[in-house]
């Protein structure tokens, strides 16, 4: 049998996130085009849009989001279950409340629970009762946080809660890791903690890889 070819050319993802994946809103488009101009890391269109479908299928009652960003991640989550309480934490608070300015661009306002908080993801995650009930946690934070918080989740999570960490490949460099480089080497062992702990989990190639599992 011959070689499958890689899917992964250049200019095929600009153009997955332009031109193929729905957007059920054009304020997406804008946040995109404010994250660029800004140089700040959001999720793709595409990772967004399998956040969103994740939620639909699942419903939580409550999620957990660490590292809010401009909320671009927040308000796919949103567009996917509009019923479920989103709690969101960044220590960046100016940037974060731009989740506000485009949840009202959207129509939104009315139509979401999300609460905003300024705090550490580790500092916030200190106080087990804030999270210990909660049915979904997306991890898009500081990288070198990404085994730390796994640790402190996972044996203390509710049976049935799901988790999905993004940029678990890590623009490629999984396969070439540098150990000088302590992101690259908490991402690595993020992978390592889930192989041997984790019985079941799913890698979703888009973006900058999207990990999902459930406890």
């Known amino acids: ?19 193929l994946v729905y957007k059920p809103n054009s304020v997406f488009s804008e946040m995109e085009g ?19 479908h994740l939620v639909s299928f699942l419903v939580p009652t409550s999620i957990l989001e660490l590292g809010t960003g401009i909320g671009y991640s927040t308000l796919w989550m949103v567009q996917g279950s509009r019923s479920s309480k989103i709690i969101t934490v960044d220590r960046h608070e100016e940037q974060a409340k731009l ?12 139509q979401m629970d999300v609460t905003r908080v300024t705090d550490s993801v580790l500092d916030y995650l200190k106080d087990e009762n804030l999270w210990r009930e909660v049915d979904f946690f997306f991890v898009d934070c500081d990288k070198i946080t990404y085994p730390s918080i796994f640790r402190t989740l996972w044996p203390k999570a509710k049976k049935g809660a799901c ?10 460099r999984v396969l070439h890791p540098d150990p000088k480089k302590p992101s690259d080497m908490a991402v ?15 890698l979703f190639p888009v973006g900058d890889g999207l990990l999902f599992f459930r406890k």
């Open 1 to 19: 049998m011959k070689p499958r070819p890689s899917i992964y050319i250049d200019g095929l993802e600009p153009f997955i996130d332009s031109e």
């Open 34 to 52: 404010y994250a660029k101009e800004k140089n700040i890391p959001i999720v793709t269109a595409a990772t967004g849009a399998v956040l969103s």
């Open 99 to 110: 989740l506000d300015e485009y949840a009202n661009k959207m129509g939104l306002e009315d």
């Open 163 to 172: 988790f999905v960490f993004d940029n678990v490949l890590w623009h490629g």
């Open 188 to 202: 690595m062992e993020l992978w390592n903690e889930v192989k041997s702990q984790v019985s079941e989990y799913t």
